[in-house]
């Protein structure tokens, strides 16, 4: 879906430049800087909250505590992850605040893991 409207909007007429914009697609989703775990969630087809659980069962997020939801050391030294810390002023103090960013390169590994876990299915070509 997002390489038709990709394709809608730099107006390419020939479904040859297609596999091109594939591997276009790829390397910048690859570069990019990074989108929040649940907006990936929804571009994939699944709900935040299923794909949280999901990552925590598979020891990719922390379970629990006060680092919940943040990835496992491994994953960020990767290049999957980013973690961004803040300070957040609250009646009981100043509390930590964690907000963790999948990157491109993560977001690639994280789809070809869901589909070998079969949380995705491959439905058909882009047109």
Known sequence: MLLILLSRKCNWKTSSQLPHLKFEF??????????????????????????????????????????RNVPMQEYMDRGYFTVKETAVNTNHGIQISFTTKITGRGQQWLTRKLLDNGMLKVTGEAA
């Open 26 to 67: 790829a390397d910048r989703v690859g570069e990019a800087s990074g989108i929040l775990i649940g907006n990936f969630a929804k571009v994939v087809g699944i709900g935040p909250n299923k794909l949280f659980a999901w990552m925590r069962d598979h020891k990719i997020l922390i379970a629990s505590g006060s680092r």
